[in-house]
């Protein structure tokens, strides 16, 4: 049973910075892509980074290329997110997608997904 659980999420002034974590259990993060994922009120849920499984390969939507930054280890992927603006603020999902990484990140294409956390800026 493969399980996903987020955290780090939070409440930031704009130009901040915050850092998420996310945990997998139930499954080797050896194989396989690891992606970020942002839904804010209203709109659909949008990919912003992913990173294979063996921490090679990152690629950043253009919103967020130059502030954030995606890294895997042997357990868990971060996303370090600075200099945040109002239009980062969303529900962040990081997804698990068993197969190797594709060009585009879509949600159809991730099999396993976390519960999410929260990401305010003010």
């Known amino acids: 049973h493969v399980q996903l659980v987020e955290s780090g999420g939070g409440s930031v002034p704009a130009g901040g910075s915050l850092r998420l974590t996310c945990a997998a259990s139930?499954?080797?993060?050896?194989?396989?892509?690891m992606a970020w994922f942002r839904q804010a009120p209203g709109k659909e849920r949008e990919g912003i980074a992913r990173?294979?499984?063996?921490?090679?390969s990152p690629a950043y939507a253009d919103s967020v290329k130059g502030r954030f930054t995606i890294s895997q280890d042997d357990v868990k992927n971060v996303l370090q997110m600075n200099n945040l603006k109002p239009e980062d603020a969303a529900m962040y999902y990081c997804a698990l997608r068993t197969g190797g990484c594709l060009p585009t990140m879509m949600m159809t294409d991730y099999n396993y997904w976390g519960q999410g956390t929260q990401v305010t800026v003010s």
């Open positions: 990173i294979t499984a063996g921490g090679g």
């Open positions: 139930g499954y080797i993060v050896s194989s396989g892509c």
